[in-house]
């Protein structure tokens, strides 16, 4: 049963482009989601998160957008570099005190072309 | 200002053999979680511990797996008579606590079972 899904193994994207991740989920208690970007033989880093009271988050070159009638979340990245490429993770949980579980999605690697 | 720190990264065990894996979360953080990472997945929570206390198991494996948290020194995820399935990524992961709170993932132990 997932409740995480992203359904897009992987992505190709020239360098300066925007990259877009996408990811969807299934269970409505789900109220806060994260990303994380992942190295080989790393652990994951935290990029950014939104709560479901927002629709949009910004931080530098990372946007994350909510729709949460839809129950999807996306990742855009502007201009893409590099550096970017990896494995990228949503995250979800609920928005409460402690103990704050994540469930993944399955990952995206992005590459990023110079 | 140290992050999460993980020991060892790398463990090879053969069937039947235990398997010890050290977590010291970041400074001022009371809260670890673990995850497991299988080859080409996501990652799967495991357990959510605080000092002492184990809060939520529902991710851990009912038999050959513990975990502990003790009121000195790190988190341990002890994994009894390993077998070859449980040949893994686990990562730990600390946060402060409170509502929504964001959790920093350690470089992860890559275990081997031969």
């Known amino acids: 049963d997932q409740q995480v899904k992203q359904n897009s193994p992987s992505l190709s994207v020239q360098e300066g482009r925007i990259s877009i991740l996408n990811c969807d989920y299934t269970?409505?208690?789900?109220?806060?989601f994260l990303w994380y970007k992942k190295y080989p033989a790393e652990g994951p880093t935290f990029l950014i998160s939104?709560?479901?009271?927002?629709d949009k988050n910004e931080d530098g070159r990372f946007t994350v957008f909510l729709n949460k009638s839809a129950k999807h979340l996306s990742l855009h990245i502007v201009p893409s570099q590099p550096g970017d490429s990896a494995v990228y993770f949503c995250a979800a949980s609920t928005y409460k005190a402690a103990g704050n579980k994540l469930t993944f999605g399955g990952g995206t690697r992005v590459l990023v072309k110079p | 200002n140290a992050g999460v720190m993980q020991n060892p990264r790398h463990l090879v065990r053969r069937r039947g053999q235990e398997a010890r894996l050290r977590c010291s979360p970041m400074k001022g953080h009371s809260h670890v979680y673990w995850y497991r990472q299988l080859p080409e997945e996501g990652l799967k929570f495991m357990v959510y511990?605080?000092?002492?206390?184990?809060?939520?198991e529902s991710g851990m494996p009912k038999e050959r797996f513990s975990a502990e948290f003790p009121k000195e020194g790190p988190s341990i995820l002890r994994i009894q008579q390993v077998v070859r399935g449980d040949s893994a990524a686990y990562f730990c992961a600390s946060s402060p606590g409170g509502v929504a709170d964001t959790q920093y993932f350690g470089p992860g132990t890559r275990l081997t079972v031969l």
């Open positions: 511990l605080q000092k002492e206390n184990i809060i939520d």
């Open positions: 939104i709560s479901s009271i927002k």
């Open positions: 269970n409505s208690m789900f109220d806060y």
